[in-house]
């Protein structure tokens, strides 16, 4: 979890969110938010790190590798860790907006068609809460400036 947090760091003007894959005991992947950076909504640090592992295996499907990521997945983000086939998912933060591991959604909950990771769920989560209230109290003291 401190790799994914390191991964926040990267996050210029943008939710301080990080991810990194694990496979064999050995990061292959890193992410971290890009919407603002690349002007994408599919950019983010989930993404990133599944896109980044797929190449490096050479493969979609991820099973047998795991994913850490500092804040509960969204919906987008928790579907695409079960299309790769991720066999486990930790994360730091709950999302009380729009978290799809239990939060706000559960798309985890064991299904038939395709299987769900495993869940680690409140893993370092001080450490990952406390950028994410840093940047919503910069945010908000921009705005109250305007």
């Known amino acids: 979890m401190k790799a994914a947090l390191e991964q926040t760091q990267l996050c210029q003007g943008d939710v301080p969110v990080g991810a990194i894959i694990v496979h064999d005991d050995t990061i292959i992947a890193t992410g971290y938010n890009q919407r603002e950076a690349l002007n994408d909504p599919l950019g983010h640090a989930e993404l990133g790190a599944i896109r980044a592992a797929s190449i490096k295996l050479g493969s979609w499907r991820l099973g047998g590798c795991a994913i850490f990521c500092t804040l509960e997945p969204c ?31 559960n798309l985890f909950a064991k299904r038939k068609a395709l299987p769900a990771p495993d869940i680690l769920a409140g893993i370092m989560e001080e450490e990952c809460v406390e950028p994410l209230k840093q940047f919503f109290k910069e945010q908000r003291q921009r705005a109250n400036k305007q």
Do not use: H, N
Request: glycine share 10%.
């Open 75 to 105: 919906p987008m983000c928790a579907e695409a860790i079960i299309q790769s086939r991720l066999q486990l998912l930790v994360f730091g933060a709950y999302d009380p907006v729009a978290g799809a591991a239990g939060s706000v959604f």
